[in-house]
């Protein structure tokens, strides 16, 4: 007996333009840390200290290695691959590939750089992404994304 196939959530549109199929999101920061503060911070926001903009945690797992794996565990053998980490060298860049919190035809890409500045650091993510880009994730991912760079520069000096 063979299963139904499985039916796409995606809202399917027609006449899709570039721009419709698109998404790039850039957010830069300056942190009053060092570059390994910041990074460190980077790591344990896409990780154990990971939270949604209202604080809410989000059970993420970062495994920080060459194909590691970047997923959400939700517990009971239940969770959700957002990525795989792409590069990583420590204490300046991390690139992630996958289709992140979209879980639907998406091709994305984030990358984060760390960079000395002065007496601090600058933080620099950028967020490309390719595919059925539903209008929910359209209008919260530029909101999403600032309230995670907050977050990384609170861990980063010791206010998260």
């Not at 154990?48 to 903009?53: F, I, R």
């Given at each position: 007996m063979s299963a139904a196939p499985r039916q796409s959530t995606a809202p399917v549109r027609h006449g899709l333009t570039l721009a419709d199929m698109t998404l790039h999101i850039e957010k830069s920061i300056e942190i009053e840390a060092p570059v390994e503060a910041g990074f460190d911070a980077v790591l344990q926001q896409f990780g154990?200290?990971?939270?949604?903009?209202d604080g809410t945690p989000m059970a993420l797992t970062l495994e920080a290695r060459p194909g590691g794996r970047w997923y959400r565990d939700t517990s009971d053998?239940?969770?959700h691959l957002w990525g795989f980490v792409q590069v990583i060298k420590p204490p300046t860049l991390l690139e992630i590939q996958g289709p992140m919190f979209m879980s639907y035809p998406v091709a994305g890409h984030i990358s984060v750089r760390v960079e000395p500045a002065g007496s601090g650091c600058t933080l620099r993510l950028?967020?490309?992404a390719f595919g059925m880009i539903a209008q929910e994730h359209r209008e919260g991912v530029d909101m999403g994304w600032q309230a995670w760079v907050d977050r990384v520069?609170?861990?980063a000096t010791g206010q998260g």
């Open positions: 154990p200290l990971a939270a949604q903009p053998n239940t969770g950028v967020h490309s520069r609170a861990i």
